[in-house]
């Protein structure tokens, strides 16, 4: 199975901040990654898939990157409601895996 | 407006069996894979299984292969995991999940269903 590895796996964070949030796979994935968020007692949202594709209705604050084996997934000014966890997802080959999380906490 | 909802989780003994089920309305369900994800308390998400529109396609992951099942049911609008020999590790809210029309992504879930598995 493709490992997928994020970093950090939590760091804190103001709002207004610029972050950046990495995601690695053990293996080519082309640009069949997508992201996700998580608050806590809710189910995950689709932000972005195909790297770098923003899902219909998520703001344009967000935004991916990368290719083949790194990705990243970048909030460019950070508001109230971003704290939450985030997930990477590789969709290149059964069996889908995530990304162990990144939660993005207050400062 | 999409919506999943699903049930049938709760308390099992380990080596005991739970049927979950999905409920699907606002979209045209047999047009659509679907997947169960799960998630640990405290812990990640965890795809379990896929199902293709017709059922005639099927992917586990190790973990469950051989204890769970999936299937689905078109003309209900019902997707079920049908969960056997449960182990400790198993222990999750298990979320109903869509594939997006396009892409091998999860567009829509479902506010998910807590199983306990304990003695």
């Known amino acids: 199975a493709i490992r997928m590895t994020q970093s950090p796996s939590s760091f804190s964070a103001s709002t207004g901040d610029r972050v950046t949030i990495t995601c690695r796979a053990s293996q080519f994935i082309s640009s069949y990654l997508a992201w996700y968020q998580q608050k806590p007692g809710k189910a995950p949202n689709l932000l972005i898939y195909?790297?770098?594709t923003l899902q219909s209705g998520v703001p344009s604050r967000f935004s991916g990157s990368g290719s083949g084996t790194d990705f990243s997934l970048t909030i460019s000014c950070l508001q109230s409601e971003d704290f939450a966890t985030y997930y990477c997802?590789?969709?290149?080959?059964?069996?889908?895996?995530f990304g162990g999380g990144t939660k993005v906490e207050i400062k | 407006e999409v919506q999943l909802v699903e049930s049938g989780g709760g308390l099992v003994q380990p080596g005991g069996s739970l049927r979950l089920s999905c409920a699907a309305s606002g979209f045209t369900f047999s047009s659509y894979e679907m997947n169960w994800v799960r998630q640990a308390p405290g812990e990640g998400l965890e795809w379990v299984s896929y199902?293709?529109?017709?059922?005639?396609?099927?992917y586990y992951a190790d973990s469950v292969k051989g204890r769970f099942t999936i299937s689905r049911d078109n003309a209900k609008n019902s997707l079920f995991l049908q969960m056997n020999s449960l182990r400790a590790e198993d222990a999750a809210v298990y979320y109903c999940?869509?594939?997006?029309?396009?892409?091998?992504?999860?567009?829509?879930w479902g506010q998910g269903t807590l199983v306990t598995v304990s003695s």
């Open positions: 195909a790297a770098s």
């Open positions: 999940a869509r594939h997006s029309a396009t892409v091998t992504t999860f567009d829509s």
């Open positions: 997802q590789q969709y290149y080959t059964y069996p889908l895996t």
């Open positions: 199902i293709s529109t017709s059922g005639s396609t099927i």
